[in-house]
Nanobody
Framework: VQLQASGGGLVQAGGSLRLSCVAS????????MAWYRQTQQKRREMVAQ???????NYAESVKGRFTLSRDNAKNTMYLQMDNLKPEDTGVYYC????????????WGQGTLVTVSS
């Protein structure tokens, strides 16, 4: 079982990026999915999360700018990031609760987002 994150890159302030996270392997179900980020200034923090009811929750710092969605048929989560700011720079990690024989929490590899001023 693995989570594969993609979509990071270099963008100017005010620009947009779309991150994707795909769950693959042998699992029965996916529960909560989330994006975290690690910046130089802060510990790893939760950016946005979404449950099976498709209800997203966002960190205050990204509300109104980021939109989280998921496609259960594709086992994929998306993070649309608009009006990016330099302080959004960091490594973004996807995280999810997946059920194999039991429920476990998994991390994907990071994808780097760099926002230039």
């Amino acid at each position: 079982v693995q989570l594969q994150a993609s979509g990071g890159g270099l963008v100017q302030a005010g620009g947009s990026l779309r991150l994707s996270c795909v769950a693959s392997g042998s699992f029965i179900a996916i529960n909560r999915m989330a994006w975290y980020r690690q910046t130089q200034q802060k510990r790893r923090e939760m950016v946005a999360q979404i449950d099976t009811a498709m209800i997203p929750n966002y960190a205050e710092s990204v509300k109104g700018r980021f939109t989280l969605s998921r496609d259960n048929a594709k086992n994929t989560m998306y993070l649309q990031m608009d009006n990016l700011k330099p302080e959004d720079t960091g490594v973004y990690y996807c995280n999810a609760d997946l059920r194999t024989a039991s429920w476990n929490n998994y991390w994907g590899q990071g994808t780097l987002v760099t926002v230039s001023s």
